[in-house]
């Protein structure tokens, strides 16, 4: 069992920055793919982006490629979301989430095992 906590949302301004964390606790993280979801009320949760357990391949949602950035650190048991230039319409409660290789559909909810309870990020225009 793995348990996800991810922190760091809050309001920011458009054009602003939020870093936002996943910390995991139970099982070893560092074998796990980890990806980012996002969701809005009366939306399906939508992929954000992942990261694989070496860091080697990250892949994001053509809507905030070159603005987000996912990392890891291996040691620490955490993967961050850098989000830069943000726009009214990343507002969302964002999710991490993880599952083990190989790749599957990474970019569905239904590809992984585990998830955090959400953190709300909200970009005022």
């Known amino acids: 069992q793995v348990q996800l906590v991810e922190s760091g949302g809050g309001l920011v301004q458009a054009g602003g920055s939020l870093r936002l964390s996943c910390a995991a606790s139970g099982r070893t993280f560092t074998n796990y793919i980890i990806g980012w979801f996002r969701q809005t009320p009366g939306k399906e949760r939508e992929f954000v982006g992942m990261i694989t357990k070496d860091s080697e391949i990250t892949n994001y949602a053509d809507s905030v490629r070159g603005r987000f950035t996912i990392s890891r650190v291996i040691g620490a048991n955490t993967v961050y979301l850098q989000m830069n230039s943000l726009k009214p319409e990343d507002t969302a409660v964002y999710y991490c989430?993880?599952?083990?290789?190989?790749?599957?559909?990474?970019?569905?909810?239904?590809?992984?095992?585990?998830w955090g309870q959400g953190t709300q990020v909200t970009v005022s225009s």
């Open positions: 989430a993880a599952k083990l290789p190989p790749f599957g559909a990474y970019w569905t909810t239904g590809g992984y095992d585990f």
